[in-house]
């Protein structure tokens, strides 16, 4: 049985950049990931909330 999660993510933390990579499971069933890059200063940082 393979167990598979609903959403996850995964970061990429740099000095000067943060990647974030959310994946997520839609209600037909198909996979849908977002790539975004960050900088890391405070209201940079603040934007991944969105």
Known sequence: MRLMYER?????????TV????????????VASEVRTFGTTTPELLEMLD
Request: charge should be positive; proline fraction near 5%.
């Open 8 to 16: 996850c993510a995964a970061l990429d933390v740099h000095k000067k």
């Open 19 to 30: 990647t974030a990579c959310p994946r997520w499971t839609q209600s037909d069933g198909q």
